[in-house]
């Protein structure tokens, strides 16, 4: 079964500074999709970011950024210049291309702080 | 506004009683799922339905029961609710097939004494 696991429960960074969050996941499988999801205090979830395992160049939107090692099974999010409202609980995201109905399993979520 | 609708927002229960969960989606999705959160566990797939007329079981359905009444609802009921069921409840669906992005409801938080 595939699982992901998120080994920082708690991570803090300071305003305009950088962070990385890490996520490692367990598959058989080569073709599937990887998640950074954002839950903010007002518990919405929030797609942050995306990628496909088939593709090689690391994703990036503004200013976030991932680290894919696929052969390490490896998906970290690098959030760079770091706001205020960057503070939230992460969770990183598995989906195999595979899955009828696309259902995700998710990590157990890291609570970033931003200090000003 | 286009989303996912649920209700109740906030639920308390006492051991023993049942409850449903009602979650509503207007953008025409086909899948919607079930997960519930929390601490320390991340958000646990529950039950999904990938189609109208179609549901399956989760990581841990144990305790629930759903229904697809038509393309847009997917309701979720605890029969007999135990304290091992307050959690915080997420209905979501899935925005793109081809890359299996889900847009989430606000949650339900559900309280079992």
């Known amino acids: 079964a595939q699982t992901v696991t998120q080994s920082q429960p708690e991570m803090s960074v300071q305003e305009a500074e950088t962070v990385t969050l890490s996520c490692t996941y367990d598959?058989?499988?080569?073709?599937?999709?990887l998640f950074w999801y954002k839950q903010p205090p007002s518990r919405q979830m929030i797609l942050v970011i995306r990628q496909e395992a088939y593709k090689q160049q690391n994703a990036t939107e503004n200013r976030f950024s991932v680290n894919f090692q696929k052969a390490a099974k490896s998906f970290s999010l690098k959030i760079s210049d770091s706001q205020l409202g960057d503070a939230a609980m992460y969770f990183c995201?598995?989906?195999?291309?595979?899955?009828?109905?696309?259902?995700?399993?998710f990590g157990q979520g890291t609570e970033l702080s931003v200090k000003p | 506004n286009a989303g996912v609708t649920q209700t109740p927002k906030f639920q308390v229960l006492k051991t023993g009683q049942s409850m449903t969960l009602q979650c509503a989606q207007d953008?025409?999705?086909?899948?919607m799922y079930w997960y519930r959160q929390d601490p320390g566990m991340g958000l646990r797939l529950i039950y999904y339905?990938?189609?109208?007329?179609?549901?399956d079981k989760g990581e841990v359905p144990n305790g629930y029961n759903v229904s697809r009444l038509n393309k847009r609802e997917f309701s979720l009921r605890l029969e007999s609710a135990a304290p091992s069921q307050t959690s915080v409840y997420f209905c979501?669906?899935?925005?793109?097939?081809?890359?299996?992005?889900?847009?989430f409801g606000e949650g339900s938080r559900l309280t079992v004494l």
């Open positions: 953008m025409n999705h086909n899948s």
């Open positions: 598959t058989s499988e080569s073709d599937y999709y």
């Open positions: 995201a598995y989906r195999s291309a595979s899955w009828l109905g696309g259902k995700l399993i």
């Open positions: 979501a669906s899935l925005w793109r097939e081809a890359t299996g992005e889900l847009f």
């Open positions: 339905s990938a189609s109208e007329g179609t549901t």
